[in-house]
């Protein structure tokens, strides 16, 4: 796998973890510096901008969700957040704020490798993507997607969106009405090769319908979602 000069800012405070976490990511080729704090963290990306973070989200300090707001807000980073928290308020402020994906401790060490490298896959996947395929704008009643701005309004009122939910909102537009599996969900906009995260798709589609209101995505219970727009 490509790493060459990726640089992966670990925050997290159980230095144990952190130093299993950094020592994981250096055998795959990262870069990897580490930050045991919310203030710590902030002036590490300042000093040298990582190409991809990972959070936990307990944190002296401030708390990673402040972290993540504060980094997003000078510059936008794919952030993996770590939570030992049940609370799902968390991580749909977590994602909110520009988290792209979460795992809950414990976790393995594997599969946290795996979703570094899938995060910095489709970083560069969107930085050569060509323009998008069919019509520059998707409109759905009030609803329209502008896929060449990537700007979403919904009756005539713009929603802020994350990259990964204004990308799981155009898969779900292209094909309008249609069940798409987590599992396919997973392969197209994360990246991933198996259903081990089909929880961050749910959470992401919470995220959605907060955003954009509970009666556009349809839930097909034990298959996937649907986006119920008017034929």
């Not at 994981?24 to 991809?52: H, K, M, N």
């Not at 969107?126 to 700007?151: H, W």
């Not at 979403?152 to 249609?178: C, I, N, Q, S």
Request: hydrophobic letters at 45%.
């Amino acid at each position: 796998m490509e790493t060459t000069e990726r640089r992966v800012l670990v925050v997290e405070d159980d230095r144990a973890i952190a130093e299993a976490v950094a020592a994981r990511l250096r055998a795959e080729g990262f870069l990897v510096q580490i930050a045991g704090d919310g203030p710590s963290a902030v002036e590490a990306a300042r000093r040298i901008p990582p190409d991809v973070m990972v959070l936990d989200v307990m944190l002296p300090g401030f708390d990673g969700l402040e972290v993540c707001r504060r980094i997003q807000a000078e510059r936008p980073v794919p952030v993996l957040m770590l939570t030992a928290r049940g609370d799902e308020t968390d991580l749909l402020v977590g994602l909110a704020v520009g988290a792209d994906d979460y795992m809950a401790k414990p976790f393995s060490m594997r599969e946290l490798a795996a979703r570094v490298h899938a995060l910095l896959r489709r970083v560069s996947k969107v930085a050569v993507a060509p323009a998008p395929a069919g019509p520059p704008t998707l409109r759905f009643g009030d609803l329209e997607i502008n896929q060449a701005e990537r700007r979403v309004l919904r009756a005539g009122a713009e929603k802020h969106l994350t990259p990964t939910e204004f990308d799981l909102l155009v898969h779900l537009a292209r094909a309008p009405r249609t069940v798409l599996p987590r599992e396919r969900l997973l392969a197209e906009v994360w990246g991933w090769a198996d259903a081990s995260g089909t929880r961050t798709v749910d959470s992401h589609i919470k995220g959605l319908r907060r955003k954009l209101g509970a009666d556009l995505i349809r839930t097909v219970h034990g298959v996937g979602y649907a986006l119920e727009v008017d034929r």
